[in-house]
């Protein structure tokens, strides 16, 4: 089974540019989360969607945004980009999402650099 | 959600065996507690998962005390290849959004 994939791997912009980034999730898994890694704060939860809706948010600004498509694929969208944004942004997919036992498992990552 | 403590760095030799120990007081009684291991530039990647006592899988074991306050991952005979930061989590059911605290940094030398 394919493992979680995210596009593009790699990622350059300039401040105030917009960015979206792609992941889609190992197939049969229907929770899509959504995470940013820097050195300075680690590990943070940006957002999770199931079927569609966002069930879950990390405390981050409006700029950052998110979907997920009927095939549970997802996007996420960072506007007005900032120089901390620059990142690795990773997503993680899991069969529902509940804990527990619900394994997450971990896309390679979109390392984003703003300029 | 638990907040875990785990030692900022470890350092080993190539042929010994690693333990990890992670803090999690507050644990709830539906969590379960998992272990991930990263390296630079890569997603997290899942180790162990467990709930009580002891569990053992092709990599590595974890051992949970009665009171789950604790918990000690064991990494056997660790070779170069498993310098790398490990990550001790708690959530339970219904608990969707990780935390990741700040991890263990282990590093393997010759």
């Known amino acids: 089974k394919a493992g979680v994939t995210q596009t593009p791997r790699y990622l350059i912009k300039t401040r105030g540019q917009q960015v979206t980034l792609s992941c889609s999730p190992i197939?049969?898994?229907?929770?899509v989360s959504w995470y940013q890694q820097t050195p300075g704060q680690g590990l943070q939860f940006l957002f999770e969607?199931?079927?569609?809706?966002?069930?879950n948010k990390g405390n981050f600004p409006g700029r950052f945004s998110g979907r997920q498509f009927s095939n549970s694929r997802s996007e996420m969208n960072v506007s007005t980009l900032e120089l901390g944004d620059s990142a690795l942004y990773l997503c993680?997919?899991?069969?529902?999402?509940?804990?527990?036992?619900?394994?997450?498992?971990f896309g390679p990552g979109t390392r984003l650099t703003v300029l | 959600l638990a907040k875990t403590t785990q030692p900022i760095s470890m350092d080993s030799y190539e042929g010994q065996e690693v333990n990890i120990t992670c803090s999690h007081n507050?644990?709830?009684?539906?969590?379960?507690i998992t272990w991930y291991q990263q390296f630079p530039s890569q997603g997290p990647r899942f180790i162990i998962q467990?709930?009580?006592t002891k569990v053992t899988n092709e990599v590595a074991s974890l051992f949970i005390p009665a009171d789950r306050k604790s918990s000690t991952l064991s990494l056997p005979r660790v070779s170069l290849s498993d310098t790398a930061v490990y990550y001790c989590?708690?959530?339970?059911?219904?608990?969707?959004?990780?935390?990741f605290g700040s991890g263990t940094r282990l590093q393997v030398q010759p």
């Open positions: 993680a997919s899991s069969l529902l999402g509940t804990g527990g036992t619900d394994t997450q498992y």
């Open positions: 197939s049969g898994h229907r929770s």
């Open positions: 969607y199931f079927s569609e809706t966002q069930r």
């Open positions: 507050n644990i709830a009684t539906n969590d379960y």
């Open positions: 467990g709930y009580k």
């Open positions: 989590l708690v959530g339970g059911a219904g608990r969707r959004a990780l935390t």
